[in-house]
């Protein structure tokens, strides 16, 4: 019996065999593919920070773009007073749209970008965790570092727009994200160890399987913050630009790279972040395995069929999301 054969689902995990284990995409493989129909979500935004009492209910919001640009959307992030640091009403907000768009089928591609002119994230919010005590403060952390883990879960293609500052946790937000793009004037780092803590939510785990495990040592033990030309050449963002005047110079690129991506088979690209992300965590033969099951689940889609007629006909294709 083949590896992928033995392949059997028990209490949310993949049993590759008795010494592997794989955990899986919530849902991915289970029960026949079903097209990519929208669902009901949040509805579109301004494209500017509110003033006033209705602030605070908008600190994190969705825009979705139209016409061409359908498919794409964009989690705008918008705590204008505390440069979108990472409190509790941002932390709960961002939970809620993350979990939305987890089963939002509409979207094909998602950028996280922010709406606070040279800021991304800020991290934490260091006012609001004076206030906490010890298991106060943990339980916070241990929530967001639940919340990093919901975002790298989603099942479409994400990108973080690095326009300005992302640090300690803003890095972790980004470092979540499949693909990251910056201005060559932001400045990214993992600065907990100068305020005598370790990142918290993911950049640990994350940075070094980014950048390599030598180079993210060097930038956590120092507490280094690098800029947008330099995250490149360590492989941090995968696009850098020179900022332009109006200060979005990273989000244009993102929307750029999105644009690439919206056109090509959606079942595909999720289940393609599927086979790379969960066979990373482990050995290359398992890794094999979840590639096949991954790629089996595409030969009966109408995609594909379109993907080859289309290949044929010399024209391009026209995919459903079916």
Not at 24 to 53: E, H, M, N
Not at 130 to 139: F, K
Request: contains cysteine.
């Amino acid at each position: 019996m083949s590896v992928a054969r033995r392949v059997v689902m028990r209490t949310g995990m993949f049993l590759i065999q008795p010494s592997v284990q794989v955990m899986a995409a919530r849902c991915v493989f289970a029960g026949p593919i079903k097209r990519l129909s929208p669902r009901v979500s949040f509805t579109q935004s301004r494209s500017w920070c509110s003033d006033g009492p209705v602030a605070e209910r908008d600190e994190v919001r969705v825009h979705r773009l139209d016409g061409e640009d359908n498919g794409i959307a964009e989690v705008l992030m918008c705590r204008e007073r505390a440069r979108n640091s990472l409190g509790r009403v941002f932390v709960g907000q961002m939970r809620e749209l993350v979990s939305s768009l987890h089963h939002d089928a509409a979207v094909r591609v998602l950028i996280f970008r922010s709406l606070i002119p040279g800021v991304f994230c800020a991290g934490a919010d260091l006012k609001e965790r004076a206030q906490m005590s010890n298991p106060e403060a943990e339980l916070f952390v241990h929530g967001l570092r639940s919340l990093m883990n919901d975002i790298a879960a989603l099942p479409m293609p994400t990108i973080a727009a690095v326009d300005g500052f992302a640090l300690g946790g803003g890095l972790e937000l980004a470092l979540a994200c499949d693909l990251r793009t910056a201005a060559h004037s932001a400045q990214m780092g993992l600065i907990e160890t100068t305020r005598g803590l370790l990142p918290g939510a993911g950049g640990s785990q994350r940075l070094p399987r980014t950048v390599g495990f030598a180079m993210a040592k060097e930038l956590i033990f120092t507490g280094r913050r690098v800029g947008g030309e330099q995250a490149a050449e360590l492989g941090l963002v995968n696009r850098s630009v020179p900022q332009n005047q109006t200060g979005d110079a990273a989000h244009i690129e993102a929307l750029s790279l999105a644009r690439e991506i919206l056109p090509q088979a959606p079942i595909a690209v999720r289940m393609a972040k599927v086979a790379m992300n969960r066979g990373s965590e482990v050995d290359i033969s398992s890794g094999m395995a979840i590639e096949g099951m991954c790629y089996a689940r595409l030969i009966p889609t109408r995609d594909r069929q379109e993907g080859m007629a289309a290949f044929i006909e010399k024209r391009p294709p026209r995919y459903i999301g079916e």
